[in-house]
């Protein structure tokens, strides 16, 4: 099993983080090299996305979303966007959050990540675990119908495989199997 170890180095409020993400070989297919990977999101081949891990009253909040999207349509998913250019991970999280839920989140840290092919692109997803002040609505109404709010075991419990997004079933295989 080769595994891939990627540091990023984040400024926020003139704070220098850092966070390391570890990616297995062995859940789905041996990934490239770590050069390999940050050459591909720099030029644009590789467009890493952000999922955000919401908690509240010991529940997470699951978002489904809509059935005419490119991606996943009608599947559920954690509430999540693509990195645009020049946007850290932790900028992602906050426009994802403010535009899918109409919510400000704080306390953000880097829960998990992992990199797969999918129909021949190459994908890279790091999870987001935040905080928030609110309720959540729906704000992006051509992207998401539904929100709910299970724990992670009750939510892997009610929904299959082929009704979730890739990022749910890396954590059903990783955390729930």
């Not at 559920?76 to 959050?97: H, N, Q, V």
């Not at 839920?101 to 190459?122: M, Q, R, W």
Request: some cysteine.
């Amino acid at each position: 099993m080769q595994i891939i170890v990627l540091t990023f180095v984040l400024e926020e409020s003139a704070n220098i983080l850092v966070h390391t993400v570890l990616f297995a070989g062995k859940d789905f297919g041996h990934p490239p090299s770590v050069s390999f990977i940050i050459a591909c999101v720099l030029i644009g081949i590789m467009i890493p996305a952000v999922l955000l891990i919401l908690e509240k009253d010991n529940q997470i909040l699951f978002a489904k979303r809509h059935p005419k999207r490119d991606s996943l349509p009608s599947r559920w998913s954690l509430p999540s966007d693509k990195m645009e250019p020049g946007e850290t991970i932790f900028d992602t999280a906050k426009r994802c959050a403010k535009h899918e839920l109409c919510l400000d989140i704080k306390v953000l840290e880097i829960f998990d990540g992992f990199y797969f092919k999918d129909n021949h692109e190459e994908k890279l997803l790091t999870f987001v675990k935040a905080t928030y002040d609110g309720n959540p609505e729906i704000c992006a109404k051509d992207e998401l119908t539904h929100l709910e709010f299970y724990t992670f075991k009750n939510f892997f419990t009610k929904y299959r495989d082929d009704e979730i997004g890739h990022g749910l079933q890396f954590l059903r295989k990783k955390y729930y199997s």
